[in-house]
């Protein structure tokens, strides 16, 4: 994987596998905020079920906004002379281009108690409005 992955390039690596790649550089997660990885290390797809709620919107998983923003490609890697077995699965992370938002705004005036609609992160929340 040193061939494919520089060595200060910060990789994700999903913990069933992390052991077993000490010598890349996993991204910061300091302060709540994640740093934009460029790779991601995963183990066989059966530990997938592990390995996703690190992932998942449902559970708050720390790299859901990675997810947001970016896509993951997989990247072939084999060993040598054994063309049939792959060593680790490995992504690029490639950040999507970000387009302007549509901003509408609207003021109204209300009598009494009113609630304010949350704010909604397209792509994560899967939140229906009624209207």
């Given at each position: 994987l040193?061939?494919?992955?520089?060595?200060?390039?910060?990789?994700?690596?999903?913990?069933?596998?992390?052991?077993?790649?000490?010598?890349?550089?996993?991204?910061?997660?300091?302060?709540?905020?994640?740093?934009?990885?460029?790779?991601?290390?995963?183990?066989?797809?059966?530990?997938?079920?592990?390995?996703?709620?690190?992932?998942?919107?449902?559970?708050?998983?720390?790299?859901?906004?990675?997810?947001?923003?970016?896509?993951?490609?997989?990247?072939?890697?084999?060993?040598?002379?054994?063309?049939?077995?792959?060593?680790?699965?490995?992504?690029?992370?490639?950040?999507?281009?970000?387009?302007s938002?549509?901003?509408?705004?609207?003021?109204?005036?209300?009598?009494?108690?009113?609630?304010?609609?949350?704010?909604?992160?397209?792509?994560?929340?899967?939140?229906?409005?009624?209207?």
């Amino acid at each position: 994987l040193a061939e494919v992955i520089p060595g200060d390039a910060g990789v994700i690596l999903d913990w069933p596998v992390a052991a077993a790649y000490p010598c890349n550089r996993p991204v910061s997660l300091a302060l709540g905020a994640v740093e934009m990885p460029t790779w991601r290390i995963g183990g066989d797809p059966s530990l997938l079920g592990l390995a996703g709620i690190s992932f998942a919107p449902d559970h708050a998983g720390p790299f859901v906004p990675v997810l947001a923003v970016a896509e993951q490609v997989l990247v072939p890697t084999y060993l040598v002379n054994k063309w049939d077995r792959e060593v680790a699965t490995v992504y690029r992370i490639s950040p999507r281009p970000l387009a302007s938002p549509d901003v509408s705004v609207s003021h109204s005036v209300e009598l009494g108690w009113s609630r304010q609609p949350r704010l909604v992160v397209p792509g994560v929340d899967d939140v229906k409005t009624v209207e």
